[in-house]
């Protein structure tokens, strides 16, 4: 049975920091974050919105879009890495907010659970809940999978300038219009490792930022040689003398911590597979330099991290393989679209991979390009550590979705933070009730209880 996104909605909240100003106000050069991370703005939650509230934004969006009434949804997950609970799920609360306007007891039998894993997890949660589709468990009803997180960093850590919020909401189901997953290929790679985490009780992470960044280019290659194999054992995909999976595939949508890092990712997948074959001579011609390889290939991160030699070697090699035209025509037809919506938004965690396929489909259909039929191949990370590789494929009723997406204004107005704004935020010195923006036709958060008996008890508002 097939299984896929039938359609996306998103909720972004609508103050922003400039990262100019950010990187001015932090004695950075503004050119590190706007090209060198590409950032524009970074999304910041007001003072009455939490990850709970944004989900529930994000479903209410996609259900009155699609005139879904709540007996029509089997099953309500929510993937997050910005739990207010640790016990309590996430998806509760933001039943107890559509409740609010479908009616007492209106999803009494929509099953769901929160999932975690850093970013990975709404992966994981799309993947379970297609197989409870294809398994014929659905009996007629959709699933929605809401991927919703608040990526908040130390103030002055080098984090802070890859911070953003939101949330993305996926209605799936067995006739989706949008992209139906390929079956049988999705692949996996997991490993325990501490390169970002955030303890028990602790507002932000701990990170081990270049150690994350190449943990993550490591574990998609592992999780991608599996989709290979299983891509060719299955004939999902046939190669014919001198070509890569990557040939077959249309469009990338890689996690996205920050922009940049998608054309990262392309860069250490493309030299791994293009590596074998004939056209690489060519390619590294146009380098001027050999590719350098480590000291020690099979050792450990952080005995690469600390060959400088190599590391330097590395990075000039990445950045004038970057360069090439044969990069360059690949990096502009299958990725560069899906990155446009992270540079104006930031992190979004679990979200930031769909936050990218709705960039691919929304900046590729305004190209005029017919997107019927493409393959769309996903790279999804989550750190601690785990990846995994699927594939899509878009659907002929794709259009009457895509000709309205338009992600400015579905975010509609946005007010420009001040520094002092946005550290008041950040450091929580406002409450609910001294929120900058009025609520409009969204939940907001409008009290956390503070007595012994109800710790942590969470009120949320409609305001029309
Ligand atoms: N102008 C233009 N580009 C500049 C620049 C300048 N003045 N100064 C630096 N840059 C470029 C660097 O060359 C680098 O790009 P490259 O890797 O393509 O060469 C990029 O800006 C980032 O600089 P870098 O020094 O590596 O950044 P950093 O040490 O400040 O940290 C992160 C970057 C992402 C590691 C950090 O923000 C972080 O820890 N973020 C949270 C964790 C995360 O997102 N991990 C990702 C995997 S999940």
């Known amino acids: 049975m097939a299984a896929g996104i039938d359609d996306i909605a998103l909720y972004i909240p609508r103050l922003f920091v400039d990262s100019a100003d950010f990187a001015r106000a932090r004695g950075l050069d503004p050119a590190k974050l706007k090209t060198g991370l590409g950032i524009s703005k970074m999304a910041i939650v007001d003072a009455n919105q939490d990850p709970a509230c944004l989900a529930a934004n994000a479903c209410l969006k996609l259900m009155q879009k699609n005139k879904i009434a709540p007996k029509d949804i089997g099953r309500l997950y929510v993937a997050t890495e910005s739990a207010l609970d640790e016990s309590k799920a996430l998806n509760s609360y933001v039943i107890g907010m559509l409740e609010q306007v479908y009616g007492t007891d209106s999803f009494e039998h929509c099953g769901g659970i929160e999932c975690k894993f850093a970013c990975v997890s709404g992966s994981y949660a799309l993947y379970d809940n297609c197989n409870w589709i294809r398994a014929g468990e659905a009996e007629g009803k959709s699933a929605i999978v809401v991927v919703s997180d608040i990526a908040k960093y130390d103030l002055g850590s080098a984090g802070e300038y890859t911070q953003g919020a939101g949330s993305i909401a996926m209605l799936l189901n067995d006739s989706p219009r949008l992209l139906q997953f390929d079956s049988k290929v999705t692949s996996t790679s997991i490993k325990n490792e501490y390169d970002f985490y955030r303890p028990f009780g602790k507002e932000t992470p701990i990170v081990h930022g270049q150690y994350s960044n190449l943990l993550y280019l490591i574990q998609v290659k592992k999780a991608f040689e599996s989709y290979k194999k299983k891509a060719l054992e299955s004939k999902l995909i046939k190669l014919k003398e ?100 992270s540079a104006m938004i930031g992190n979004l965690y679990t979200a930031s991979l769909y936050l990218g396929l709705r960039s691919c489909l929304e900046f590729e259909f305004q190209k005029g390009v017919d997107l019927e039929g493409k393959r769309i191949g996903f790279g999804s990370y989550g750190s601690g550590s785990s990846a995994m590789v699927f594939s899509g494929v878009i659907q002929p009723a794709y259009r009457e979705l895509v000709k309205d997406m338009n992600i400015e204004a579905e975010i509609g107005q946005r007010r420009k933070l001040s520094l002092e704004e946005y550290e008041e935020i950040h450091e929580n010195r406002r409450g609910p009730h001294q929120s900058l923006l009025e609520a409009k036709k969204e939940f907001v958060l409008v009290n956390v209880e503070k007595s012994p008996e109800s710790r942590g008890e969470r009120k949320y508002a409609f305001y029309d």
Request: hydrophobic share 35%; with cysteine; net charge negative.
């Open 242 to 341: 001198g070509e890569t999976i990557l040939d077959h595939i249309d469009y990338l949508c890689m996690h996205l911590p920050y922009s940049t890092m998608g054309k990262k990712a392309l860069a250490y997948l493309l030299r791994r597979e293009w590596r074998h074959l004939p056209r690489w001579k060519q390619i590294v011609e146009q380098t001027g330099m050999d590719e350098p390889a480590p000291r020690n290939p099979r050792g450990t991160i952080e005995s690469i991290l600390a060959d400088d030699e190599y590391m330097g070697k590395d990075h000039e090699f990445t950045r004038l393989f970057t360069k090439t035209k044969e990069f360059q025509q690949f990096y502009d037809d299958k990725l560069a679209s899906s990155l446009v919506a």
